[in-house]
């Protein structure tokens, strides 16, 4: 995984509900201490009890939000922001915005950040794309 030759000292958590893609995982970095797999899907109001104690200084996605209905992706991101450390990232490496996405961002740009944070919370692509 290049984040972790990038970073040797950061711990990554992946994610996914899929077994076949749960099981790759395993068997590519279900040996490495800084890693922790975790089955929870996105979908689920609950998922993020299924992740490990404390909070992440980024979050990546990639290829999972676009299946997600609006209500759903909101939620998303709401769990999202209470789990990012104040001033770190969340990136969105989906192919695809999902129906509303442009919208969906607009008011995601215009959230208020975080208490003590000047502007909004989190500045994106431009209107209307997920970069």
């Known amino acids: ?3 972790l030759r990038r970073f040797p000292d950061a711990e990554a958590t992946l994610v996914d509900v899929d ?3 749960l099981a790759i995982a395993e068997g ?3 040996g490495d201490a800084r890693v922790r797999i975790v089955r929870a899907d996105l979908a689920d109001p609950a998922w993020a009890r299924a992740l490990p104690a404390g909070d992440y200084d980024a979050v990546l996605t990639a290829n999972s ?4 209905e609006e209500p759903v992706l909101r939620r998303g991101y709401a769990h999202l ?3 990012i ?3 770190r990232v969340a990136c969105n490496a989906d192919p695809m915005a999902p129906d509303g996405g442009g919208q969906l961002i607009e008011a995601l740009g215009r959230a208020p950040g975080p208490p003590g944070a000047a502007g909004p919370a989190r500045r994106g692509p431009q209107s209307g794309s997920l970069g």
């Open 1 to 3: 995984m290049r984040l």
């Open 65 to 68: 939000l676009h299946w997600l």
């Open 85 to 87: 450390r104040a001033g």
């Open 19 to 21: 077994p076949a893609l």
């Open 81 to 83: 922001a209470g789990l």
């Open 28 to 30: 590519v970095l279900g």
